[in-house]
């Protein structure tokens, strides 16, 4: 099994005193799921839900928090 690269040096990504969260700092990144992964989570600290297909967009996952702690019921 590969493994997918991971950001580095995050603060590069916004200017000092912004958050970064949201569609226009991430964009497109994604972190891709395999067959039979859940496709339903929720973030313990925002009570957020996250639809996934594929991947879990990044850009849904950090939307409100720059951090995120994601469980799945499955």
């Known amino acids: 099994m590969g493994r997918d690269p991971c950001p580095r040096f995050l603060a590069t990504l916004v200017e ?6 949201g569609t226009d700092v991430w964009q497109d990144t994604q972190v891709a799921l395999q067959d039979g992964f859940p496709r339903l989570w929720r973030n ?3 009570g957020e839900l ?7 967009l990044i850009e849904e996952v ?5 951090v995120a702690l ?5």
Not at 70 to 74: R, W
Request: charged fraction near 25%; charge should be negative.
């Open 50 to 56: 996250i639809h996934a297909r594929e991947a879990l």
């Open 44 to 46: 313990v600290l925002t």
């Open 62 to 66: 950090l939307r409100s928090l720059p």
């Open 16 to 21: 000092e005193g912004e958050d970064p969260l």
């Open 70 to 74: 994601l469980v799945s019921n499955a």
